[in-house]
């Protein structure tokens, strides 16, 4: 089904969102006049209380026929299975969102939190009207998501481009890998480099390594999805102009195969922290491709 550019508000009612942090559990829905319907709760570390406590707050949220619900959730998943495996970033182990099914008699769909932020961000935010939207969702990792006329491109497993490999020689990654994009640009990177998280960082000099290597990552994408947008999203935005002045530079520099005004353009996201609940409802509402 190939879903048209532009998604309205509208096309969402009776969909339902849920956004899955460590801290908080972020469930929405938008109301019959547009606005969206936003309860908050803490994560518990207890699976079956945290199904009971999803069941018992999309029941406030007061749909009156609940069409689906979408799920964003940190990795690594199985989002055909919406099983959860061990993750470092939740206090649960190989866990299965089919009893959140079994329990509200609605079918569940999940995906990993940056694919369904970026969903957001393509349909609702930074990239909506645009039919090819890829970008990165920069935190304590770096996520990587790639939208397609509305629906998320998965790939065989999963796309992994946060840990596409800039320098062999590189700082060690997380993953096993050594140089990834994450091991320069996320937040657990810019530690380990610079001995300060990203808001504590003044060093326009260090800044401005960080950006090439995030340049280098957009380039990359760039040359690989030919996408019309590229959306930065996540918390280290907010050191603005340290960082995304420096990016645009190098992007431009680097970026040299497509002419200039064929290049897509860096943006930042439009939605805020609200990219996961919106991308979680359009993910209600459009479900997964057949496209893998
Ligand atoms: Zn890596």
């Not at 999309?58 to 099983?83: A, C, H, M, Q, Y």
């Not at 680097?254 to 805020?272: E, F, H, N, S």
Request: proline share 5%; net charge neutral; aromatic share 6%.
């Amino acid at each position: 089904m190939t879903m048209p550019c532009k998604l309205h508000r509208s096309d969402l009612v009776g969909c339902v969102g849920v956004d899955i942090g460590g801290q908080s559990t972020r469930i929405g829905t938008v109301l019959p006049n547009r606005t969206l319907k936003l309860i908050s709760f803490c994560t518990q570390p207890d699976f079956d209380v945290q199904i009971d406590m999803l069941v018992d707050k999309i029941k406030l949220l007061g749909v009156d026929e609940i069409r689906r619900v979408g799920i964003g959730s940190p990795g690594p998943l199985d989002w055909k299975k919406t099983f959860v495996y061990d993750t470092p970033n939740l206090p649960w182990r190989n866990v299965s969102f089919k009893k959140l099914e079994r329990k509200l008699g609605v079918e569940v769909l999940l995906d990993n939190d940056a694919n369904v932020a970026g969903l957001g961000e393509a349909t609702l935010g930074a990239g909506r009207g645009k039919r090819i939207v890829a970008g990165f969702t920069l935190g304590t990792g770096i996520g990587y998501f790639h939208i397609i006329d509305g629906h998320i491109y998965h790939g065989s497993l999963d796309v992994e481009a946060g840990h596409q490999i800039l320098d062999p020689n590189g700082p060690e990654c997380n993953c096993g890998q050594r140089g990834c994009l994450e091991a320069f640009v996320s937040a657990t990177g810019i530690q380990r480099r610079y001995g300060v998280p990203p808001h504590e960082l003044e060093d326009q000099g260090a800044w401005d390594d960080i950006a090439l290597r995030l340049a280098q990552g957009l380039v990359n994408i760039a040359l690989h999805t030919s996408a019309e947008v590229l959306v930065l999203c996540g918390g280290m935005l907010a050191r603005g102009e340290m960082l995304l002045k420096p990016t645009r530079i190098y992007y431009e520099q680097m970026l040299q195969v497509y002419p200039k005004r064929y290049r897509p353009p860096v943006v930042t996201a439009k939605l805020g922290d609200r990219a996961g609940v919106y991308g979680a409802i359009v993910l209600a509402h459009v479900g997964h491709s057949g496209r893998a």
